[in-house]
């Protein structure tokens, strides 16, 4: 075994033939899917994914199946990101950002209308990119409207004069969010592989849906983030940043 999650829901086994076993829990999608995709319409270098399936492992206390994902797939040479960053040379450093970022924008190429799992359903935001936590997945949502209201939901109940003031505010200033793009939402330096100074596979794709393109409007989700905790101080400072 090369890697188990805290809770050993998630494991890594290397099968020592240059493949690698993986199981985790099931998030509705294959990933080889995503990297047929991936493979046919960008140069974003993914393993290739020999065999996939899903098992049953009993149920939940709710009553829900355990639904146990499973992968056969290339073990790509290189090592993550975060091990070797702090050694390499400033070129070298440079030469990764550019092709990370050329990657990012042939991966915000792939397009859809709605805002979406990988394969068209309601959005399950795992890591809660624009969603707050316990909020039930719904859509796929296709006007800015909804996915404001779906947003906000929580925080329309407030009974505060503020808060209601602080989302209008808020909600003038949101940006486009159609078309939806292709978005990775788990891109960290443990899931860039790197070999020979070079991005040799970024992987871990389970979690891609069709989010909005907001890399550029990181202070409407920051304000809308202070807002979400509800405290009179992080109200206060959203309502100044708006008003800037």
Request: a negative charge.
């Given at each position: ?40 319409t960008t140069r ?24 146990v994902h499973h ?65 039930e997945a719904e ?106």
């Amino acid at each position: 075994m090369i890697y188990s999650s805290e809770n050993g829901a998630r494991q890594i086994y290397d099968l020592g033939n240059g493949n690698l076993y993986k199981f985790r829990p099931h998030m509705g999608v294959f990933e080889s899917d995503i990297h047929a995709l991936l493979k046919s319409t960008t140069r974003i270098p993914v393993p290739t994914i020999y065999n996939e399936w899903v098992t049953s492992e009993g149920i939940t206390d709710s009553g829900d199946p355990v639904r146990v994902h499973h992968m056969v797939m290339e073990k790509i040479e290189g090592e993550p990101l975060v091990h070797v960053w702090e050694h390499l040379s400033s070129e070298s450093k440079a030469r990764l950002a550019l092709q990370l970022g050329d990657y990012l924008d042939e991966l915000h190429n792939i397009t859809r209308r709605s805002i979406c799992s990988f394969d068209g359903g309601p959005l399950c935001d795992s890591y809660g990119l624009i969603f707050e936590e316990g909020y039930e997945a719904e859509g796929p949502i296709s006007d800015s409207h909804t996915l404001w209201l779906a947003m906000t939901s929580n925080l329309q109940r407030d009974p505060s004069r503020t808060m209601h003031q602080a989302l209008a505010e808020l909600r003038s200033i949101m940006p486009a969010c159609l078309p939806a793009v292709l978005t990775h939402t788990d891109l960290h330096q443990g899931n860039i592989l790197v070999r020979d100074g070079n991005i040799s596979a970024i992987i871990d794709w389970e979690g891609a849906g069709f989010y909005p393109r907001w890399p550029a409007a990181k202070r409407f989700m920051d304000i809308l983030l202070a807002l979400r905790t509800q405290s009179s101080g992080m109200v206060e400072w959203a309502m100044k940043q708006m008003r800037r």
